[in-house]
């Protein structure tokens, strides 16, 4: 019998990723106290260990997830390359993201790229997202080279597949689309009620009709969704 009977699976676009259509956001972790960099490390390592039990296999983090100061990197990502290194790493996928609006130099990028690494403890990160794209400076990015870095980390292999997250429109969406041939999939906020703000369901629609893996971040509105509703 199937040990995960109760999850299910989808194709992420042409990834060749079979998904867990629940995956496991690591920018919310339990602390030990009010401070977002003190981590509960016990618990965490509970919670991890039972989503891979339970058949999910997708993990998502970021750059700045667990931070008190938005210009240095948090420590999601260190706490979940150590974590996720202990265990069967063939199960699981890891996706993160690195900060859009700093890209400006091959440094810069050559070198938070490689910390990424290092700090999953991996050799090559499954889903790398630019994080966050906006129209107020997508074309300083674009004209800073960012399509070249993205060329360059997929063939030297520190990337397998090349990703973005975005809360802008679906105007925005195209654009980016548009620009670039090599997107596998795409991180964007939907939520069971407003199926029209930012790229909204007319987004995941365009995506899938290219093929292209659709993450979604926010289903219930931060939680807001979540809250008042029936216990019976």
């Not at 989503?51 to 008190?68: M, R």
């Not at 699981?92 to 999953?120: A, C």
């Not at 980016?176 to 407003?194: F, G, I, P």
Request: aromatic share 10%.
């Amino acid at each position: 019998t199937n040990k995960y009977i109760f999850m299910q699976y989808r194709a992420l676009g042409k990834t060749g990723i079979n998904a867990s259509i629940l995956g496991f956001g690591a920018m919310r972790l339990p602390l030990i106290d009010k401070n977002p960099e003190h981590i509960d490390i016990k618990e965490t390592t509970k919670m991890i260990e039972y989503a891979v039990d339970e058949g999910v296999n997708i993990f998502d983090t970021a750059w700045l997830y667990h931070t008190t100061d938005r210009s240095k990197p948090g420590v999601s990502e260190t706490v979940l390359g150590d974590i996720l290194s202990t265990l069967n790493m063939d199960k699981v996928y890891i996706s993160t993201k690195m900060p859009s609006w700093q890209i400006n130099s091959w440094e810069y990028f050559d070198q938070v790229l490689d910390k990424h690494i290092e700090r999953l403890k991996t050799d090559q990160i499954d889903l790398f997202h630019i994080h966050s794209i906006k129209d107020s400076f997508y074309d300083e990015i674009k004209n800073n080279g960012l399509y070249e870095f993205i060329d360059r980390a997929l063939d030297d292999g520190r990337i397998k597949h090349a990703c973005f997250s975005t809360h802008g429109s679906y105007e925005f969406l195209e654009q980016v689309l548009s620009d670039y041939d090599k997107w596998e999939s795409v991180l964007t906020q939907l939520n069971y009620l407003d199926e029209n703000d930012n790229t909204g369901l007319k987004g995941v629609k365009k995506l899938n009709s290219l093929n292209i893996g659709t993450m979604i971040m926010e289903p219930l509105r931060g939680g807001q969704l979540a809250v008042g509703q029936p216990k019976n």
